[in-house]
């Protein structure tokens, strides 16, 4: 059984665009990684999920279970940690916590206080008085303290600052450990070249690749250093070309004969050719054509 | 229970705030009666002169040497309109404030179906209503007794269940328009409970917008008519309860189905 599948799901915000089309499977135990700029569709694709908003066609199933029909069903199951999480105003950081543990009508106390511990989370405080990275803790917590079988976070890392981040992908780590399916949207590539097995990318609401970080990363292009001089003009496959005193660099997708000869006759005092980050890779998904593939 | 039991804390203060407001006002009019009725051979005879005026407030049916006749118009006007404002602002808000205040991810990312959010949200302001009404006719029976009145409880009881009414009509309303805001609706809340108090002046007033009566709630809790006739007016009651009942229902429909922001 999948902890994610998704179906042809599509969603219109009136005649605005919010998802179309999306394809998705994520195995139980998975670390995935949901990547995509701001207004890509990724908070639309997890609210369809956790069933906030309603698709407008298409299907998905979390955990086996239909998101329309059985929609408690995979909340009771899902802990989520909303990009902004706020909170009602005037509650202290543990009434936030025994609110969402009694919605669940689960007794999280001992889980709770060990991630509060370690996130050090004063539990005192008013969530109002609190800056954005610890209210960001609180929903943490509260996605956590009920062990669920399967944990979405939107963009979780913003407002943590780095010891913090460390913390919270240790503990992402150990639950995904224990058989906790992880799904991460964010748009901090690293974040998820660290700590995703499997990654899919979705631009203007379509997914437009979905595979092992390693493969995604795994691209016949390159990044390409030069020291000195050459006539790059007629050589296609250029892309996030820089050009600095005496140094250019680019990004190659083009064919390595092509390069070879055009280097060669340039004056070339070094060369460096490396694998691109993902974030090379990330950009150069976005600036394609749509239909286009590597 | 808990979710009831978060909105009734979450209200708390607006709680306090108007309970004490209507209930200290009421027992300032029961206890400024017994200086009142020495006076109020004159006093009876300017309110009963003073045309639409008059007719408006119902003070031409009514007795004001008496204490019920004083009552159903003074301590009426501010259980009857302030309540009105509290019912309707209470359930103005209750479903659309989690988007205004964006806790509805956290509140509908746990595993309470839409229904039984809505149903937690309606006991609460029911419940709130029901204790504010009960608090404040415990006031004003103590009041009276302690002013050394009889307590007229047949009149005492109906008038009080009438505003009870009243607001829960009021409520049942709000809490319906509530399900498609988005933004705070203390503006909604208020204008419709003021709207229905001045469409039963003008109803009162103008012989040919007697029909208003049947939209507004305050048409059958019209403290004059009541203490007259004994009971509110059926077919009004009835078209009322229907008014409120519908925004209950529209609140689930469209509380069950709408998408989240």
Same mark, same amino acid.
């Given at each position: ?7 042809? +799901? ?26 995509? *700029? ?15 908003? /309603? *698709? ?27 990009? &902004? ?10 009434? #936030? ?35 954005? /990275? ?33 913390? =919270?992908?240790?503990?992402?780590? &150990? ?15 690293? &974040? ?33 250093? #030069?020291?000195?001089? #050459? ?18 660099? =680019? ?11 055009? +280097?060669?006759? /340039? ?19 976005? &600036? ?7 | ?53 008059? %007719? ?16 159903? !118009? ?18 103005? $808000? ?17 595993? !309470? ?41 047949? %009149? ?12 829960? %009509? ?31 002046? !003008? ?36 078209? $009322? ?12 429909? %469209? ?7």
């Amino acid at each position: 059984m999948d902890a994610i599948n998704i179906r042809n +799901l599509t969603k219109h915000y009136g005649k605005a665009r919010g998802i179309e089309q999306v394809n998705l499977t994520v195995a139980q135990g998975e670390f995935f990684g949901f990547i995509g *700029p701001n207004g890509a569709g990724k908070s639309t694709t997890i609210r369809t999920l956790l069933g906030l908003i /309603g *698709p407008t066609s298409g299907s998905a199933a979390v955990c086996g279970l239909d998101i329309v029909k059985d929609k408690d069903k995979i909340l009771a199951q899902t802990g989520y940690l909303p990009s &902004e999480a706020m909170f009602y105003a005037g509650m202290r950081v543990r009434d #936030v916590l025994k609110l969402s543990a009694d919605l669940r009508r689960k007794d999280c106390r001992e889980t709770a206080s060990r991630l509060c511990q370690r996130l050090q989370l004063d539990t005192g405080r008013k969530v109002e008085e609190l800056s954005f /990275g610890n209210r960001k803790k609180v929903g943490i917590v509260c996605a956590l303290q009920h062990d669920p079988k399967l944990l979405i976070l939107d963009e979780p890392t913003s407002g943590l600052d780095p010891l913090m981040q460390k913390e =919270f992908f240790d503990i992402l780590r &150990e639950q995904n450990k224990k058989g906790t399916t992880v799904f991460l949207s964010s748009h901090i590539l690293s &974040e998820i070249q660290h700590n995703c097995a499997r990654a899919a990318i979705i631009r203007e609401g379509r997914i437009i690749a979905c595979d092992s970080v390693e493969a995604l990363s795994r691209t016949n292009a390159r990044r390409v250093t #030069v020291h000195g001089s #050459v006539d790059l003009d007629k050589l296609e496959g250029i892309r996030d070309r820089r050009d600095e005193p005496g140094v250019v660099s =680019f990004l190659y997708y083009g064919n390595m004969d092509s390069l070879l000869q055009v +280097l060669a006759a /340039g004056r070339i005092s070094d060369l460096s050719v490396s694998e691109p980050d993902l974030e090379e890779i990330f950009m150069y998904y976005y &600036e394609k054509k749509d239909g286009d593939r590597i | 229970m808990t979710l009831i039991k978060h909105e009734i804390k979450q209200g708390k203060i607006s709680f306090m705030i108007w309970t004490a407001s209507i209930g200290v006002l009421m027992m300032i009019c029961i206890f400024l009666f017994p200086e009142m009725k020495s006076q109020m051979e004159d006093v009876s005879d300017v309110f009963s002169s003073m045309g639409s005026f008059t %007719e408006a407030f119902g003070m031409d049916r009514l007795n004001f040497g008496t204490l019920i006749g004083f009552y159903a !118009v003074e301590c009426g006007n501010i259980l009857g309109l302030g309540g009105a404002f509290y019912a309707s602002l209470c359930a103005v $808000g209750i479903l659309g404030k989690e988007e205004k205040d964006r806790t509805a991810e956290f509140l509908l990312t746990h595993p !309470v179906s839409r229904g039984r959010i809505v149903t937690g949200k309606l006991f609460a302001v029911f419940g709130q209503i029901m204790a504010m009404n009960l608090i404040i006719y415990a006031l004003s029976t103590g009041s009276i007794a302690a002013i050394g009145e009889k307590i007229p409880w047949k %009149e005492l009881n109906l008038l009080h269940f009438t505003y009870f009414l009243l607001q829960m %009509e009021l409520a049942g309303i709000c809490f319906g328009i509530s399900a498609f805001l988005r933004k705070g609706g203390v503006g909604v809340g208020l204008g419709i409970a003021a709207m229905m108090y001045f469409l039963n002046l !003008v109803a009162n007033i103008a012989g040919t917008a007697e029909f208003l009566k049947y939209l507004t709630p305050f048409g059958y809790a019209e403290g004059a008519d009541l203490v007259a006739n004994g009971a509110p007016d059926g077919g009004m009651t009835a078209v $009322g309860l229907v008014f409120g009942a519908a925004g209950v229902i529209l609140a689930y429909l %469209e509380y069950c189905r709408k998408d989240i922001h």
